[in-house]
């Protein structure tokens, strides 16, 4: 079955359920209000409970995030308009504004894969040749830029405390960008403002951004293993072929049964890239029922590691490599 065909099959599984939607939203909500509440009085008594608690949180933040996802796929409720309401709310607490980042995300659906449309909504990924031509400044600075402590720890913090605040690239002449943004800062300058004056320094610091960074953290990790596995699949726009791109492209991050639920089965994202409109709930239906799905760019926690030391496509054997393999290969 090729990957076009797939689309057919897949759409039986689009529909949502309002009532499940709903409870998975109260799950994730109701628990991250109270374990953010236990951690602000736990921090009158011990920091480093304080910390515990507000690291279990960032898997409830993250949860939440996953779900504004699906919100901004149209695929979370059945009304398009509390789909996207709830995506606006929560995108107050995940610090994203929900309008800005749905259009990056639909380009990056549109074009994951396309050598010739890099940029937007994805992680910056050089071909060997175009390092090579790079000067040993720019080579230097693009090294730093995928090293996993800028990837996985500055690069979050840049994403959501600092781009997120304002429309970036063509969004910036739109009106509608600026208003998702700016109502976002505003939304979440009254809500920190709130936080402080109840919670004071302890709230802030101890609670509310180790909370958010660890989320942050874990999901860029998602992101970039979802594309930046050794065989993943990139075209220049002549050969490149949208479900093609969407079924090989994207791996199926295959993880434990407690971090599939924090992480809304996201992992499931070769799937996701062919139907995007399927409620996470929906994709272990997937799975159950197409065996052949299973497999298809299977990766495990464990072989998932790997993926960090990989930093440039190379087009010949058509393999993500390291810096390593590539300066080898050079030789």
Known sequence: MTARDWVHVLAQYREPN?????????????????????????????????????????????????????????????????????????????????????????????????????????????????????????????????????????????????????PHGRMQRESKYWVSAMGTNLAVAVLLTVIGYVGGFAALFLVFLPTTLIAASIGVWLFYVQHQFETTHWDAADDWQLHDAALHGSSHYDLPPILRWFTANIGIHHVHHLYSRIPFYRLTEVLRDHQDLVECSRMTLLQSLKCASLDLWDEKSRRLVSFAAARRAAA
């Not at 309002?18 to 991250?32: C, D, K, M």
């Not at 920091?47 to 279990?56: F, R, V």
């Not at 380009?107 to 990924?125: F, N």
């Not at 600075?141 to 720890?153: I, K, Q, S, T």
């Open 18 to 166: 309002n009532w499940r939607s709903s409870f998975e939203l109260a799950v994730s909500l109701i628990p991250f209000i109270l374990l953010w509440v236990l951690a602000v009085w736990v921090s009158q008594f011990s920091y480093i409970g304080a910390l515990l608690i507000s690291a279990l949180n960032g898997l409830f933040l993250l949860r939440l995030f996953c779900i504004q996802h699906d919100c901004g796929h149209g695929s979370f409720f059945g009304n398009r308009k509390v789909s996207d309401w709830i995506g606006r709310a929560l995108g107050v607490v995940t610090l994203t504004p929900y309008d800005v980042w749905r259009r990056t995300h639909s380009i990056h659906h549109s074009h994951a894969g396309d050598l010739d449309q890099r940029g937007i909504g994805d992680v910056m990924t050089l071909t060997v040749e175009e390092y090579h031509q790079r000067t040993p400044f720019g080579r230097f600075l693009y090294r730093a830029y995928r090293h996993p402590l800028v990837m996985f720890g500055l690069g979050p913090t840049y994403i959501f405390f600092l781009q997120n605040r304002m």
